[in-house]
């Protein structure tokens, strides 16, 4: 008789064991599955079922610059398909893991409106502004920050 106790207890155990063994791996699938799902959708705009490409992150940020005035503008590029033909160093789109968990960043370096300049540059040389916008999948602005600077670096920045 106890040769068949043993059994059942045994028996037990092993049951006991595989259900542990199947509620973890539900787990971590249901873990993973998340963590997939996190990394996919923080650049994925759900109400217009698409991502937003580089260019129309960039188009963004300059419409709402031009229409601020904060932008010095002439007739020939007043409108953001101008102001790109005439300035096409003018801006780029870079996301890092360490900065806002990768999210979109425009950065735009624009010449200032008089009024701005005015404001912004206590010893008068400053005649550009770099901006940081940080932006969501969908293309609102969440964060921004910038800096005056004197002449915008001419490096090469890519649109797509």
Same mark, same amino acid.
């Given at each position: &008789? ?25 787990? $971590?699938? $249901? ?34 610059? $031009? ?6 503008? !002439? ?11 005439? !300035?096409? !160093?003018?801006?780029?789109? %870079?996301?890092? =893991?360490? %900065? ?8 735009? @370096?624009?010449? &200032?409106?008089?009024? $701005? ?9 400053? @005649?550009?502004?770099?901006?940081? @916008?940080? &932006? @969501? =999948?969908? =293309? ?5 920050? =910038? ?9 090469? !920045?890519?649109?797509?």
């Amino acid at each position: &008789m106890k040769i068949v106790h043993e059994d059942k207890n045994q028996s037990s155990i092993q049951k006991l064991s595989k259900i542990v063994k199947d509620v973890i791996s539900y787990i $971590l699938a $249901l873990v993973l599955i998340w963590l997939i799902y996190i990394e996919v959708s923080k650049n994925y705009c759900f109400e217009q079922h698409r991502e937003l490409i580089d260019k129309e992150y960039i188009s963004i940020v300059l419409n709402s610059l $031009l229409e601020s005035g904060q932008m010095q503008s !002439h007739s020939w590029d007043n409108t953001v398909e101008s102001y790109l033909a005439h !300035h096409p !160093h003018c801006c780029r789109v %870079f996301r890092s =893991g360490s %900065f806002y968990d990768g999210a979109p960043v425009v950065d735009i @370096t624009y010449e &200032m409106s008089d009024e $701005l300049k005015k404001q912004t540059s206590k010893s008068g040389r400053a @005649t550009h502004y770099q901006s940081l @916008t940080v &932006m @969501t =999948g969908c =293309g609102k602005s969440f964060d921004s920050t =910038g800096e005056a600077i004197t002449s915008p670096k001419n490096e090469v !920045h890519s649109i797509n």
